[in-house]
């Protein structure tokens, strides 16, 4: 199967075509991110990087060829319940989705998969009347322990929900972890105590939607008890995530939350890619 990811990021793409058990010939991504191109690189080195995806022009479809599977999800920023400023997906980021658009158009793949976060009503209904396909909303907590509810448009058939692992959070996480006090200073950054108290503990059934900042409150989990807190760090985010422990080792920290978190839960998109008929595997 030749596949083109765009806005691949660290290919979870790829490691999802492995684990349904789907032969990758050719895998063209399209990616800016230099820390996830690398991490791309270092786990598929057959990668075939084709750049930004604006400069995916004719010509350059005509020398990728017959591509079997489109795959993408364009930028959430314009459309995310979560940016209270957020325009649209005819705004500057999510407008990215168009681009994915025309190539889809362009190409003509068999079988193609967008996703996207579970955003405003407006820009939604916007991408399914663009695509043309209803999408398919999957909480990856069915499949791990991480709340993460996103939006599958695809033309693959017969997706049903995955069945429930009924995988904790605390399954999860390392159980030798370092505390350390509340302090005034996470108040401070945090804004309010009530933000603070709303904070989940490590006992929770599962985890926050994984964030691409290390920092950020969803990152941090209490001891209300031991008046502690903790947080994350980038391998249990790897498993938050259902990527390979280690997948994106060799950069910083801070880089593998952001690249882990722009990034699929690969569970979820194996178990879409499961149903593509096995005449076409």
């Known amino acids: 199967m030749n596949v083109l990811s765009l806005f691949d990021g660290i290919s979870c793409g790829h490691v999802a075509l492995d684990r349904a058990d789907i032969k990758v010939d050719k895998y063209f991504t399209s990616a800016i991110d230099t820390n996830a191109i690398k991490i791309s690189n270092k786990n598929y080195p057959n990668t075939i990087q084709l750049g930004d995806i604006s400069s995916i022009d004719n010509k350059v479809i005509k020398n990728i060829g017959k591509i079997d599977l489109l795959i993408g999800g364009s930028p959430c ?9 957020s325009k649209g997906i ?23 998969l967008l996703e996207n976060v579970v955003g405003k009503k407006e820009s939604i209904d ?36 995955p069945q429930d692992k009924e995988i904790k959070f605390y399954d999860v996480i390392d159980k030798e972890r370092k505390w350390f006090p509340i302090l005034p200073w996470s108040l401070k950054i945090w804004g309010t105590k009530r933000k603070v108290d709303c904070l989940r503990t490590i006992e929770s059934e599962k985890s926050f939607c994984i964030t691409t900042n290390k920092s950020h409150p969803k990152n ?5 008890e031991r008046n502690m807190m903790t947080k994350l760090n980038a391998d249990e985010v790897e498993k938050l995530q259902t990527l390979p422990l280690g997948y994106t080792d060799g950069a910083p920290e801070g880089q593998r939350f952001k690249m882990i978190g722009n990034g699929w839960t690969v569970d979820v998109i194996a178990w879409i890619l499961s149903f593509i008929p096995m005449v076409d595997k």
């Open 90 to 112: 005819y705004a500057e980021h999510s407008g990215l989705f168009f681009e994915y658009l025309r190539i889809l158009k362009e190409i003509k793949p068999k079988y193609f």
């Open 126 to 161: 916007a991408i399914t009347q663009w695509i043309g396909v209803k999408p398919i909303m999957i909480n990856s907590s069915l499949v791990s322990g991480q709340g993460r509810e996103r939006l599958y448009w695809t033309n693959i058939p017969g997706i049903t929900q």
């Open 220 to 224: 941090y989990y209490l001891n209300k």
């Open 77 to 85: 920023q314009d459309i995310s319940f979560a940016n209270l400023n």
